[in-house]
């Protein structure tokens, strides 16, 4: 039921609603993922380019007649939902946002703006700050003993997981605000715990980094400790914004 009085809609009309939404979806990713099937070869000379940086010039081992065919394939369709992210979240919204109050709507598309440029600040520092480093420090360790066999499925699956983990930590103040909105925690609680947070964002940093060397946990730590930062300056106002309107509604009502 949505909270303008003037735009109801039925069960069988939300459902439609859902319906177009997801079919819009879907007809994006799908052109995204044949556009990346084409340009293949950008794709995987971007996806290379943190190996070639740290030395590795042969080519990726694939172990079957099909794996070579199933890997580009594979990277196609996460570079396909990478770039119809943007997309994917406002259609999100856009379903939400017959539900909200005009107050509400006005804050909706700064808010999917902030989430996708946060998903993309930290894909973009994994690849160019922490990856190579971590990369530069395994390619060729232990060479003496061992002969290094880069397979194509190990490596795509390593990289996407690292770049989608490092989207996902960027999150971080925007979590941190949510929290604070729903009044579940404060701005002040979180300065409290704060050297506790450092302590869970050392462990991300260490198991998330693709080489558990000092240097790469630190690339990635001294972000986190600033998003943290960050994130409670965020629920300080959130929580202002929040205590604003409860007085607003107050003599509104009196």
Avoid at 21 to 31: D, E, G, K, M, S
Avoid at 84 to 111: C, G, M
Avoid at 120 to 136: E, I, Q
Avoid at 227 to 237: M, Q, R
Wanted: a positive charge; aromatic letters at 14%.
């Amino acid at each position: 039921m949505s909270k303008d009085p003037t735009r109801t809609m039925s069960l069988m009309g939300h459902l439609g609603e859902l319906r177009k939404r997801f079919t819009y979806i879907a007809i994006v990713v799908v052109v995204c993922v044949i556009a990346a099937f084409v340009l293949k070869d950008y794709v995987l000379a971007i996806l290379l380019h943190p190996l070639r940086l740290a030395g590795f010039k042969g080519n990726l081992a694939v172990m079957g007649v099909t794996e070579g065919f199933m890997q580009i394939l594979k990277v196609s369709i996460y570079s396909g939902l990478l770039i119809a992210l943007p997309f994917i979240l406002y259609q999100f919204w856009a379903f939400v946002i017959p539900a909200l109050y005009e107050n509400e709507k006005r804050s909706t598309i700064p808010y999917v703006a902030f989430t996708t440029i946060l998903f993309l600040a930290g894909v973009t520092f994994g690849y160019f700050v922490v990856l190579p480093v971590g990369l530069k420090f395994m390619v060729g360790y232990g060479g003496q003993y061992f002969n290094q066999l880069f397979q194509a499925d190990k490596y795509f699956n390593f990289i996407s997981m690292f770049l989608l983990a490092f989207g996902c930590v960027f999150e971080l103040p925007l979590v941190m605000m949510l929290l604070a909105w729903a009044g579940l925690v404060n701005h002040k609680q979180m300065r409290k715990v704060r050297k506790y947070a450092i302590l869970v964002e050392a462990v991300i940093a260490m198991v998330f980094t693709p080489s558990q060397d000092p240097l790469s946990m630190t690339l990635m730590l001294v972000p986190l400790i600033i998003l943290y930062e960050f994130g409670i300056w965020l629920a300080k106002i959130a929580v202002r914004r929040r205590e604003r309107r409860r007085e607003l509604a107050v003599l509104s009502e009196g």
